[in-house]
């Protein structure tokens, strides 16, 4: 079965940090783009971070500097390193996998989907 499961979300303080995982079973992440979306309570899905099968990486401008997107291929796992959050960082966050790009980065459409994992940033 094709899957992606997150996982790394959780309860968090203003100004801590929190690394999520995604992790792919039955397919090789070698040649796909990655990603992370989330969607808060009341608001649509957004686009937080892409990165290409080279390397290339994209950012929301809400996360820029504050969050790292990265992978390892061998692991077939993409990683969202989230420093400094806020609170309005609160969401579902969801990680997403297809073979273009720009279909991810720029569509937010991804051939395949996790099942979300939940960030909450609050005192």
């Known amino acids: 079965q094709l899957q992606l499961v997150e996982s790394g979300g959780g309860l968090v303080q203003p100004g801590g940090s929190l690394r999520l995982s995604c992790a792919a079973s039955?397919?090789?992440?070698?040649?796909?783009?990655t990603g992370w979306f989330r969607q808060a309570p009341g608001k649509e899905r957004e686009g937080v971070s892409c990165?290409?099968?080279?390397?290339?990486?994209k950012y929301a401008d809400s996360v820029k500097g504050r969050f790292t997107i990265s992978r390892d291929n061998a692991k077939k796992t993409v990683y969202l390193q989230m420093n400094d959050l806020k609170p309005e960082d609160t969401a579902i966050y969801y990680c997403?996998?297809?073979?273009?790009?720009?279909?991810?980065?720029?569509?937010?459409?991804?051939?395949?989907w996790g099942q979300g994992t939940h960030v909450i940033v609050s005192s």
């Open positions: 997403a996998a297809d073979q273009s790009f720009f279909r991810l980065s720029v569509l937010s459409k991804g051939d395949y």
């Open positions: 039955g397919f090789t992440l070698d040649h796909y783009a």
């Open positions: 990165i290409a099968s080279q390397g290339t990486t």
